[in-house]
Structures are given as C-alpha cells and as structure tokens.
C-alpha cells in the first residue's frame, strides 16, 4: 500500500538512482571504512536495507551523508521536527553520542542558519566521529567522551538520539547543571544488565529520568516519532526550571 505522499507501508523512497548506490556506498568505505570497527560495514548489506526503516542506526547516519533521502524521510529529521515543536533552537546545543556521522547535528545546524536573526550553534560530542572538521559554520566537532560531570556551562540544550549507554549520563548531567534536554531513547541492553521485574533497560531510564527530574523539582515529558518512522522507543525530553 501506497501513502499520499509515496511510501510504501514503512519503507522510504532513495532519490538517487538505484545503478548508483552500491557504487557510491563501496566508495564510502573505501574511504571511510577503516574509521569503524573491523567488519562492520558490508556494502551488500548496507545496499539491501537501503529504503528500509529497519537499518541500523549507523547505517542511517550513512545514507543521510550520501544525500540517499528526501529530509522528510530522513529519521533524524523526524527527531528535528519533534525538538523543534518543544524547544526553540536557535540556542547554543550540545548533541551527545552523535555516532559515526553526525546526522541530526548536520540537519539541526542547517535549520538553525537559515532562522531570521541566526544565532544559534550546535556542537557535536563522540570519541568516534569519522571526520575532523564540519562543512556547517555554526557546528563544532568534539572528539570526546560525555560523563556526568562534563561541563555544560556553554550550552542551553542537551540532546542525544539514541544515546545508548550515556542515556543516564546526559540526564544526571542537564539536571544538576539546569539544562533542557531531549532525548531519544534507543532499546539497547547493556551486556550485563538483569531484570528481575521484566523491566526492559528503556523503561528502567524513563524511571531513572523521572526520578533525577523530580528531585530537582522539573517535569518529565514524553512523545512519540510520526509512525512512519517505525521507531517503538520515545522521546524524552525535560525544560529547566
């Protein structure tokens, strides 16, 4: 079945030729391949799931640099859209555990520039950013690791997009230095994690996150992605006082 718009039930469209794209993912890793882990990358696989919201995260933030999707089909920009409807950007963010490529600072940076009177910035944090320098002038590449202490003095709003094991990390951090924060939540397991409740990791962090909010007296909001997405973890997300 076919939506309004063209999607076909959960997949996505890709606007470049479908004789290009092997081409231009074995190029990528020809280039890039070596900034991954050893076997991560399989261009035959990366090439199947193009057009599929079921791909890693990963391979997301690929298809994005490539200029594969239309925006409105890109993931990150359905988490733009739904930071955008809760906060206003043009301020000074801080993306934490932006992945490989940061795909959401990319498009939030692109946003910003073009608001009337532009002033805001967007820096992007993670050990294993591919690149050196960003092609955005008010984004700022940060080749580091976040902790709950990391200083947050220069920024108005936390955000991470399936952030995994730093999820606490961001939380603790923007409550105790009164920062907004907008996170989207992945369902990643930690390996030694154990539930004896049934609990899964998600649903311990949104406890975890209503538990640092209020006790520093702040409310703890959750949404949802557009359906389209085929994303079944929320946002949270969380104003300062």
């Not at 999607?7 to 391949?33: A, H, Q, S, T």
């Not at 990391?150 to 936390?158: M, N, P």
């Not at 949104?206 to 538990?211: Q, V």
Request: charged letters at 30%.
């Amino acid at each position: 079945m076919v939506d309004i718009e063209g999607r076909i039930n959960g997949c996505w469209i890709p606007k470049v030729d479908f004789y290009y794209l092997r081409p231009m993912i074995k190029e990528f890793i020809r280039k890039y391949g070596d900034k991954y882990p050893e076997g991560f990358l399989d261009d035959r696989k990366l090439f199947l799931k193009v057009g599929s919201y079921l791909a890693k995260m990963e391979y997301f933030q690929i298809y994005h640099y490539l200029d594969f999707m239309g925006e409105e089909d890109d993931i990150y920009y359905g988490y733009y859209k739904e930071l955008k409807k809760h906060f206003d950007i043009d301020c000074n963010i801080l993306d934490v555990a932006s992945g490989y490529i940061p795909a959401f600072g990319d498009i939030v940076a692109k946003h910003q520039i073009h608001l009337p009177n532009a002033k805001g910035t967007i820096a992007v944090c993670d050990p294993v950013l591919i690149f050196d320098e960003s092609k955005n002038a008010n984004m700022k590449l940060i080749k580091d690791k976040f902790h709950p202490g990391y200083d947050l003095s220069s920024y108005d709003l936390i955000t991470g997009i399936m952030p995994c094991t730093v999820t606490r990390d961001i939380i603790t951090a923007a409550c105790e230095q009164d920062k907004d924060f907008f996170i989207g939540l992945c369902t990643c397991t930690p390996k030694d994690y154990y539930s004896i409740d049934d609990k899964t990791y998600m649903d311990e962090n949104i406890e975890f996150a209503r538990k640092i909010c209020s006790r520093f007296d702040r409310k703890l909001d959750l949404c949802d992605l557009d359906a389209k997405y085929n994303i079944n973890s929320p946002v949270i997300y969380s104003k300062k006082r």
